[in-house]
Each structure stands twice: as C-alpha cells, then as structure tokens.
C-alpha cells in the first residue's frame, strides 16, 4: 500500500501535464494562444490566492519571494511561453515534443554537479532509450511544419527554462509549502502572461463557451494538477527523477487525443510507448543506497547554497 502511495503523484504527473497539450488544442481553436495562456493563469491565481489566503499563507519573505519569481518565470511562463509560441508560428507539436524532450537528459547531466544526484552509466543508457522512445512516438510529425527557422529556437529556449527552473528548484527549496510555491508562480506567470497578451491586444477573450470550458480544463488539469504534481514529485525524488518522467508524456498526450479527437496512432507508437516505459522505470529503480546517498549529499549541498 505505501508503494502505491509514492506511485500516485508519480502517475498524476504524467496524467496531469499531458492534459496541457490536449488544453492548449482544445483552446487555440477558438482564441490565439497567449489569450489563452493570459486567463487560464489569470484565473488559476485568483483561486490560489484565496486558498493559501484560507490556509494562512501570507506574504512571502524576502528570499523565498525573489526566488519563487524566478522559477515561475523559469517554469511557467519561459517553458509555456516557447512551446506554444513555437506550434503557434508552425513548428508541429511532435518536433516541439522531441525538443522538450531533451530536458531528463539536459536536467541529469547538470544534476550530478549542481545537487550531487548521482546518474550512473545504466541510468544514462536509460535516459537515452527513453529518447528514442519518444521519437518512436512523434516521428511522423517531425519536419512537417511551415514554421520559420528561427522559430524552432523557442521550443528549445522553452525546454532550457523548464531544465534550468528544475534545478534552482530542486536547490532552493528552503521550507515554503507546495501550495505557497505553485501560488507565488502561477501569480508571477499572470504576470507575465497578461502583460504578453495586452501588448499585442489579444487579451479580450472570445464570448465562445468552447473557450471557458478549455480553461477550465487547463486550469483544474494542468495548472493545479499538473504543476502541483511537478512541484511535489521534484521534492520528494530529485531533479533527474521528476524529468525522467516527462518521457511518458508524449505517448500519454497522444492516448488523450485518441480518446478525445479520434487521432489514431501512428505504427511506430506501441515500440515507442515501450521504450520509454522501459527507460522509466530504469532509471526510477535505482538501488536504495544510491538514492539514500543522493539524498544525503543533495542535502548536504543545499545546505552548502547561499541563502540569498
């Protein structure tokens, strides 16, 4: 039973940020994406507000504030912000997928010298499988596009935010609850957001109760599920861990567009899916003494941090 329970935010992970692209689909058929992104966030916020107002979460201090900015700008508006961006100009999804998935591999090879989380030569194998995995998976979508070449660089740009935030994360966590780190974030990605969406006067959303029912679905999917389960999964198992998992992602996303938009799977899917499962559960499995070792000298690191 208490293995089931570690598994569960492990799984509402995959389950949850999947959505994302099925809420980002859903919601660009009726407004441009910053639109959207603009009043899902605007909308998350005022609720996480009034809950950690309700919880008696109150002003952040002067480091856990500049450093919660930081990481939403980082993982929610820098991430957001280059991947849709990218398959709005027309980069296809399935490229921006295998950019984005660089990040487990980008986030392991960083991980071992910034929080002494060890990745040894099988977890690498693992990491590299699960690679393949998705492009298995995505291949047929890749270099379809009529995207200009420079807008390739934004889902890379996305993938390098979403890497960087998931380090300094995992380094500052500093005491602040999950619920005060997902509601300083998603504040500062309104933030964001809006000022976006104002500037280039598309923040008006459209009267379609299509829209508000897509964010309504990234909101309570994506936003409270999705990056509430990032944020708890990166401090209970590590950085290499929680983005390893991002590799289920993909062949998850396309489970939900079967189920929803009759998208039927390409022939290379099921040895994709395999291959990433596999990959997964390679490097999750790591013997007990290495991940009590890296716990150890992860802490001892972030006991090591500036505070400040």
Do not use: K
């Not at 509402?12 to 660009?28: D, E, I, K, M, N």
């Not at 504040?187 to 969406?197: E, Q």
């Not at 006067?201 to 909101?219: D, K, M, Q, Y």
């Amino acid at each position: 039973m208490s293995r089931l329970l570690a598994a569960l935010p492990a799984t509402a992970l995959v389950l949850f940020w999947s959505s994302g692209f099925v809420g980002a689909r859903l919601g660009t058929a009726y407004a441009p994406a910053d639109t959207l992104l603009a009043w899902r966030y605007l909308i998350a916020a005022a609720v996480l507000v009034v809950v950690a107002r309700m919880a008696g979460i109150r002003r952040p201090n002067r480091t856990v504030g500049p450093r919660q900015t930081v990481l939403g700008m980082l993982c929610q508006a820098g991430y957001l912000g280059g991947v849709v961006a990218g398959i709005g100009l027309g980069v296809p999804a399935g490229t921006a997928a295998l950019m984005a998935g660089v990040q487990p591999m980008v986030v392991a090879a960083l991980a071992g010298p910034l929080l002494a989380e060890r990745v040894d030569r099988r977890q690498w194998w693992a990491l590299g499988g699960g690679f393949v995995g998705v492009t298995l998976v995505v291949g047929g979508d890749v270099g379809a596009g009529t995207a200009p070449p420079w807008a390739y660089a934004l889902p890379v740009g996305g993938m390098l935010a979403l890497s960087l935030g998931t380090l300094l994360g995992r380094r500052w966590q500093d005491g602040e609850s999950v619920l005060e780190s997902l509601t300083l974030q998603t504040v500062v990605a309104a933030v964001a957001f809006t000022a976006v969406a104002a500037g280039r006067s598309t923040l008006a959303p459209p009267a379609s109760s299509g829209f508000w029912w897509s964010v309504l679905w990234v909101i309570c999917l994506s936003s409270f599920g999705g990056y509430g389960a990032y944020l708890l999964v990166l401090r209970r198992s590590g950085a290499t861990r929680v983005s390893t998992l991002l590799y289920l992602t993909p062949p998850t996303t396309m489970a939900w567009s079967w189920f929803m938009f009759g998208d039927v799977p390409g022939p290379l899917t099921v040895p994709g899916v395999a291959l990433c499962a596999v990959g997964v559960w390679l490097v999750l499995r790591a013997p007990r003494r290495d991940r009590t070792g890296a716990a150890h000298l992860d802490r001892s690191a972030l006991l090591r941090a500036p505070s400040g």
